[in-house]
């Protein structure tokens, strides 16, 4: 079910869209990041993290470690498979952990991959941002269930 189809202008203007959508999010939801390389998906997650008291400066991409653990009012897990061409490359168990943690909010960025998990008792927001120039973005944002 479609949420939201929103044009964002600037950065700013990503992270408000973010904080807002961010209101509505629950702890244990996962929200699936999609976009091509430099579309905003680590913007959107500062956005999205300031809403629950954290300062956007500690909020960076987790593309080298894979995940970065935020503590404000909530916990947030925020992922990055970016740069992972099979899950074979990660602790799959672990990984799995992380997910299924009803006690965190959980931000993955593109994720391309087929889990073999049901995560029906969860709720699973897909955020797809596609650029449309330099300075803006659409941003849909879909609940999965």
């Not at 993290?49 to 970065?68: M, Q, R, Y």
């Not at 943690?101 to 927001?125: G, Q």
């Amino acid at each position: 079910m479609e949420l939201y189809r929103l044009i964002s202008r600037s950065s700013e203007e990503t992270k408000k869209i973010a904080s807002e959508f961010a209101r509505g999010v629950k702890v244990g939801d996962i929200i699936i990041l999609c976009g091509d390389l430099g579309s905003g998906k680590t913007t959107f997650s500062k956005g999205f993290c300031s809403h629950f008291s954290i300062d956007e400066d500690i909020v960076s991409s987790p593309s080298f470690t894979i995940l970065n653990i935020y503590a404000g009012e909530v916990l947030i897990y925020h992922l990055d498979m970016y740069r992972i061409d099979s899950l074979d490359e990660i602790d799959y168990a672990t990984f799995l952990e992380y997910l299924q943690d009803e006690d965190a909010i959980k931000l993955i960025e593109w994720n391309k991959y087929r889990i073999d998990k049901d995560f029906s008792s969860f709720r699973v927001f897909v955020v797809e941002i596609s650029l449309i120039d330099d300075n803006q973005r659409q941003i849909r944002i879909v609940r999965v269930n």
